[in-house]
């Protein structure tokens, strides 16, 4: 191969591979490096996905064997142990293989002409006159030059790279850092319901989540701002009222660690000839700190926008910057709901959190939930639920028991 292509993708990723892919369906000449020695390893996320934006995406059905499980409710546990459960109409969500999930949408990158180099690791940029040339990647150990019109840098929360494109990663103070755990001999799950746990003393700044794989084996993790996640879930398998009577026997087979933005994304993700894509451009949910998702819509937002530079030969960050406007206008109202439910979540304390759970129980909103569809855009489907009167009340039992605790503090 000559070290020559239209577009480098920087990581082989779910968002890196899913730009490459649209990109190449459209003559597009990508190469895709990735510093790995295989495409979905190591693995650092639960893979929890929506069904409905999986659909809208064209990735689903997915092939036999990257789902490992569908899911049609919830139980959310205040820090006491109160539960809180919704149930679905049809399945909502589902859990996927994210190394198997990762693998196939680089396998339908490959089929449509993209070419991957694995444990190749990008060192830096080149660049000429401030715009971006291509990059300088380490192959056995040796520097390799290869040129392209566009770098796409799809590298996760590294933002080595994104560095020296000279963009300013998140806040360091926007991160929860987390726990991703498999685990056995798990008791009472439900197989069709993924379990949500809270509480300051166990996920501070965040949440626990229990995701069921069959039988007694599951995903289980959490995400904190403060504290060690590992001892963190120690304590909550021991401790929490209503996880520790699950988890208190189980046994966990294996442990991954990774931070995750709830900043909302890059107030700039593209430079000359340079775009950010996915985890690297923050574009990840605030609530949830869900990324794949909002990820790959944005990366399709991407490789349109590639095309375009390539037909215009306009590499400018002038140009580049529709990138930017394009997918905040994909995403920008459901980040902005989010980023101010996630200030309001990060101020509440346990006691309140109680207070909510018993107040939902009372008025029954898990009916005004059980035709829910979407939830990854959660600004709009807020919009849509407005209508209903138990979401109202919950609503404003929910703001107004914040001022009160803000004017309190």
């Known amino acids: 191969m000559k070290n020559l292509s239209d577009v480098a993708v920087v990581g082989g990723g779910p968002c890196g591979s899913f730009c490459a892919l649209n990109m190449a369906k459209k003559g597009i000449n990508v190469t895709v490096f990735e510093e790995h020695t295989e495409i979905g390893v190591p693995c650092?996320?639960?893979?929890h996905l929506s069904i409905n934006s999986l659909k809208n995406l064209g990735l689903y059905p997915l092939p036999r064997g990257i789902i490992e499980n569908v899911f049609y409710g919830a139980k959310i546990y205040s820090p006491s142990g109160l539960e809180f459960s919704v149930r679905f109409a049809s399945a909502i969500t589902c859990a996927v293989n994210r190394t198997l999930f990762d693998k196939h949408i680089s396998h339908l990158a490959e089929k449509a002409g993209v070419h991957y180099c694995l444990s190749s690791r990008v060192k830096s940029l080149i660049t000429k006159d401030s715009l971006v040339k291509g990059v300088i990647v380490e192959k056995k150990g040796?520097?390799?030059?290869?040129?392209n019109s566009l770098v796409v840098d799809a590298e996760g929360t590294a933002y080595r790279i994104l560095r020296q494109a000279g963009l300013a990663p998140p806040r360091i103070d926007s991160f929860v850092y987390c726990v991703n755990a498999e685990v056995e001999n798990v008791s009472d799950l439900e197989l069709d319901v993924v379990e949500v746990f809270l509480g300051n003393n166990y996920t501070p700044g965040f949440y626990a989540w229990l995701i069921p794989k069959g039988e007694d084996k599951a995903k289980f993790g959490l995400g904190a701002k403060v504290g060690n996640p590992k001892t963190l879930l120690q304590k909550l398998m021991k401790k929490h009222p209503a996880a520790s009577k699950k988890l208190q026997r189980a046994k966990i087979l294996r442990e991954s660690f990774h931070p995750i933005p709830l900043g909302g994304p890059l107030l700039k993700a593209y430079s000359d000839g340079f775009l950010a894509v996915?985890?690297?451009a923050s574009q990840v949910k605030p609530t949830t700190g869900g990324g794949v998702i909002f990820g790959l819509n944005c990366a399709k937002v991407a490789a349109d926008v590639v095309a375009e530079a390539l037909n215009k030969k306009d590499f400018?960050?002038?140009?580049l910057s529709i990138y930017q406007r394009r997918f905040m206008k994909l995403i920008g109202f459901d980040v902005k709901v989010m980023l101010e439910a996630r200030r309001v979540l990060d101020r509440i304390s346990d006691k309140k959190l109680d207070g909510f759970v018993g107040f939902y129980r009372k008025i029954h909103l898990n009916e005004g939930f059980k035709d829910l569809?979407?939830?990854?855009?959660?600004?709009?489907?807020l919009l849509r639920a407005c209508w209903n009167p138990r979401i109202i009340a919950a609503l404003a039992y929910f703001f107004t028991a914040y001022l009160q605790q803000t004017i309190k503090g």
């Open 44 to 47: 650092h996320c639960a893979g």
């Open 316 to 319: 400018s960050s002038k140009f």
């Open 373 to 381: 569809k979407e939830i990854d855009f959660q600004g709009q489907t």
């Open 278 to 280: 996915g985890d690297a």
């Open 142 to 147: 040796k520097p390799v030059k290869f040129f």
